[in-house]
């Protein structure tokens, strides 16, 4: 029987990457598709000389023609930098891309995964975020093409999924972070971890009272993993780490293990930023037996490493 041929969406990117190198790794045949937004080569130049890995450069906007048995639709935009950098293309590589996705799953019957997040609960109100939490979401702000584009996204699934009985995956991942995040990612981690490196300026945004749970990128593509091939499990489920800090906490633990000449400075909170998010993990714990296992210190011990190379 041949290998299991097996689309990754935004293979190129921070998380896409680290996926490939996962299912690469299991003998798959694995196809990565990227437009490189965001993505880079140098993310998966390692993998270019293995018999099963391929790459296609697309925009997924646009409809695509493939043969595969498993799709990880990761393709978009994630960091608010980049997402708010062109919205409308944020909002059509969610739903466009999507629904491209879901077309192909449908005519060849492969099973998908969608990457969701965090976002679709907006600024929650309800604490820690359980999957039944329909969230507090503003339309019309500068972070909702994002959020309702992934919204939407997940509508799409569960749509095709009644309509056409495609076989699906909602993942809500939350904040996730790891070596490959690019030096203008512009999140908070990577962001911190290059300010310190650089001697400059730890920008916080706010007073720094905000959380938020970050989870290694192992963590992270092990979990994706077991969804995937859990049998009889749409979702959603969160996936994410339930250890919460504050932002300043990071910057705090940022600063020592690094021991940079930089300052911590305050700047204004972007309109939107959610006040408080940590996963409710409980579904992903009873039916993927899954839990975090890399506490924030050791992760960033990791990624710190990581920038120092990058940026030597
Ligand atoms: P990333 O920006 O590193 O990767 C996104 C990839 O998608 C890039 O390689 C980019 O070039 C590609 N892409 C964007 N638009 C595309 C298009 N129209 N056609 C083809 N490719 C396109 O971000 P990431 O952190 O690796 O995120 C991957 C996925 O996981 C995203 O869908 C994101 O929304 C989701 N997610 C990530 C996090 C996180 O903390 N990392 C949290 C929640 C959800
Ligand atoms: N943040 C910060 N300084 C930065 C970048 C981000 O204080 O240089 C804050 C941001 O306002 C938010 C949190 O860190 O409260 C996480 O931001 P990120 O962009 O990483 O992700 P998201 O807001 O999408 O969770």
């Given at each position: 029987m041949s290998e299991l041929r097996i689309l990754v969406t935004g293979g190129a990117g921070f998380l896409g990457s680290h996926l490939c190198d996962r299912l690469v790794e299991t003998g798959a045949d694995v196809l990565c598709l990227d437009n490189f937004f965001t993505g880079s080569k140098a993310n998966i130049r390692h993998l270019?000389?293995?018999?099963?890995?391929?790459?296609?450069?697309?925009?997924?906007?646009?409809?695509?023609?493939?043969?595969?048995?498993?799709?990880?639709n990761l393709a978009s935009p994630a960091s608010p930098v980049h997402y708010q950098?062109?919205?409308v293309k944020t909002v059509k590589t969610n739903v466009m891309g999507t629904i491209n996705m879901l077309g192909l799953a449908k005519r060849v019957k492969a099973r998908i995964l969608q990457a969701s997040t965090s976002e679709v609960y907006g600024d929650p109100q309800q604490h820690p975020q359980e999957e039944t939490y329909w969230g507090h979401v503003n339309p019309i702000g500068p972070?909702?093409?994002?959020?309702?584009?992934?919204?939407?996204?997940?509508?799409?699934m569960m749509d095709y999924h009644r309509q056409?009985?495609?076989?699906?995956?909602?993942?809500?991942?939350?904040?996730?972070?790891?070596?490959?995040?690019?030096?203008?990612?512009?999140r908070v981690v990577s962001?911190?971890?290059?300010?310190?490196?650089?001697?400059?300026?730890?920008?916080?945004?706010?007073?720094?009272?905000?959380t938020r749970s970050f989870c290694y990128?192992?963590?992270m593509v092990e979990g994706l993993v077991r969804m995937m091939n859990c049998d009889d499990l749409t979702g959603p489920v969160n996936i994410g780490n339930p250890r919460e800090f504050s932002?300043?906490?990071?910057?705090?633990?940022?600063l020592e293990i690094t021991q940079p000449k930089s300052e911590i400075v305050y700047k204004p909170l972007p309109e939107?930023?959610?006040?408080?998010?940590?996963?409710?993990?409980?579904?992903?714990k009873e039916r993927l037996k899954w839990e975090p296992v890399v506490a924030l210190q050791e992760g960033l011990e990791k990624v710190i490493e990581y920038f120092r190379e990058v940026l030597a």
């Amino acid at each position: 029987m041949s290998e299991l041929r097996i689309l990754v969406t935004g293979g190129a990117g921070f998380l896409g990457s680290h996926l490939c190198d996962r299912l690469v790794e299991t003998g798959a045949d694995v196809l990565c598709l990227d437009n490189f937004f965001t993505g880079s080569k140098a993310n998966i130049r390692h993998l270019l000389d293995q018999k099963n890995f391929e790459i296609i450069r697309h925009d997924l906007v646009e409809p695509i023609f493939l043969e595969v048995d498993q799709i990880y639709n990761l393709a978009s935009p994630a960091s608010p930098v980049h997402y708010q950098y062109n919205p409308v293309k944020t909002v059509k590589t969610n739903v466009m891309g999507t629904i491209n996705m879901l077309g192909l799953a449908k005519r060849v019957k492969a099973r998908i995964l969608q990457a969701s997040t965090s976002e679709v609960y907006g600024d929650p109100q309800q604490h820690p975020q359980e999957e039944t939490y329909w969230g507090h979401v503003n339309p019309i702000g500068p972070r909702s093409c994002y959020d309702e584009g992934k919204r939407v996204a997940e509508t799409l699934m569960m749509d095709y999924h009644r309509q056409n009985k495609v076989d699906i995956r909602i993942a809500r991942i939350f904040n996730t972070y790891g070596p490959r995040m690019a030096v203008s990612d512009g999140r908070v981690v990577s962001n911190f971890i290059v300010q310190a490196l650089g001697d400059n300026p730890i920008t916080i945004y706010g007073d720094g009272s905000q959380t938020r749970s970050f989870c290694y990128v192992s963590d992270m593509v092990e979990g994706l993993v077991r969804m995937m091939n859990c049998d009889d499990l749409t979702g959603p489920v969160n996936i994410g780490n339930p250890r919460e800090f504050s932002i300043k906490q990071l910057a705090e633990l940022v600063l020592e293990i690094t021991q940079p000449k930089s300052e911590i400075v305050y700047k204004p909170l972007p309109e939107d930023d959610p006040i408080q998010r940590c996963p409710d993990i409980t579904l992903a714990k009873e039916r993927l037996k899954w839990e975090p296992v890399v506490a924030l210190q050791e992760g960033l011990e990791k990624v710190i490493e990581y920038f120092r190379e990058v940026l030597a």
